[in-house]
């Protein structure tokens, strides 16, 4: 016999926790883990498989914009390019270090001159699906221009946007549609994406003392004065100050559910590193998200590491990296 619940916040709550669950389920083909950290996600490109994907995603767009409406928290946690795209904001080719870095170590040619490559480039990109190979043009006739010195840079940012965006328009495009339904975007657009990660998923608990029992030392050791006065900083942070120098460092604020022991990099398993950056100590922290690692210059009093940390944390939200 069927038997109606009493909702006083708990049933709606385990209804938004299953569903957003469910959004990620491989069956359906909508998002994949992003490569470069294998624990946030990206829209697939290859979801058209599901024939109703685009109906999906404008479902999704829903079921998430109801969620915050709500004030309900979610366990999901997309790419920094997926919140930008929510949030009308331009997706930067600098963005795609987290996503997949590999790739984007491959856009070496940024640093170098064009002849080091060794082979010729065009405005083209090819795409693997379903075992086929078809080039893509990233421009008009794009795989008969080739790409110069002095065109380099544009060739960077159109391969970067068509890994992050145009390959997977149709479904940004419907997940927008349903978002906007409820929330328009002129008034998400207030947020930056890692306050919207955190009002789709709310504030971690991050465990100070668990993080410190599974970090590795790089020309540093846990005796180091610097060590000591990280984690006094560290302790000094509340909860949303320990999510953004989260964010800061691995890319996202989701904390894993066995434990920072099982933190995720893109080689797999990769716990927080902090190295010594032996650089100037007018140098912010930096901070390498695929590897879950922090440079930390060796500032000379507490204060001034406390000030550095502080400010890398709260105000480092572009690029990668930062010093």
């Not at 708990?10 to 926790?17: A, N, Q």
């Not at 984007?104 to 082979?119: F, R, V």
Request: include cysteine; charged fraction near 25%.
């Amino acid at each position: 016999r069927r038997v109606h619940g009493q909702d006083a916040g708990g049933l709606i709550r385990e209804w938004y926790l299953i569903i957003s669950r469910e959004i990620f389920n491989p069956m359906y083909a909508l998002f994949r883990a992003s490569p470069g950290d294998r624990v946030t996600y990206v829209p697939n490109p290859s979801s058209h498989c599901n024939s109703n994907h685009l109906s999906y995603f404008k479902f999704v767009g829903h079921v998430i914009a109801k969620a915050i409406w709500d004030d309900k928290l979610l366990e999901c946690y997309f790419s920094r390019s997926f919140y930008k795209h929510i949030l009308g904001k331009s997706v930067r080719y600098t963005d795609m270090e987290v996503e997949d870095y590999s790739f984007y170590q491959g856009l070496y040619l940024q640093e170098h001159h064009i002849s080091d490559l060794g082979y010729e480039l065009t405005f083209s990109t090819e795409i693997e699906e379903f075992g086929v190979t078809t080039v893509r043009d990233l421009i008009p006739n794009g795989r008969n221009v080739v790409v110069t010195e002095s065109n380099k840079k544009d060739y960077v940012r159109l391969v970067c946007q068509e890994r992050m965006t145009g390959a997977i328009r149709q479904q940004i495009n419907s997940f927008l549609e349903g978002f906007y339904d409820i929330i328009p975007r002129r008034l998400i657009s207030i947020f930056n994406e890692q306050e919207l990660e955190l009002l789709i998923s709310g504030l971690p608990n991050v465990d100070i003392e668990e993080l410190r029992a599974n970090t590795v030392y790089h020309k540093y050791d846990v005796n180091s004065l610097q060590v000591q006065w990280f984690w006094r900083a560290l302790r000094s942070f509340d909860q949303s100050e320990r999510a953004q120098f989260l964010q800061f460092v691995t890319g996202t604020s989701k904390v894993p559910l066995q434990g920072f022991a099982h933190l995720e990099g893109m080689n797999g398993p990769q716990k927080f590193q902090i190295h010594r950056d032996d650089r100037s100590t007018d140098r912010l922290p930096a901070a390498h998200t695929c590897f879950n690692q922090l440079d930390l210059p060796a500032y000379e009093t507490y204060a001034k590491l406390h000030h550095m940390l502080s400010m890398a944390s709260s105000e480092c939200s572009e690029g990668f990296g930062f010093a």
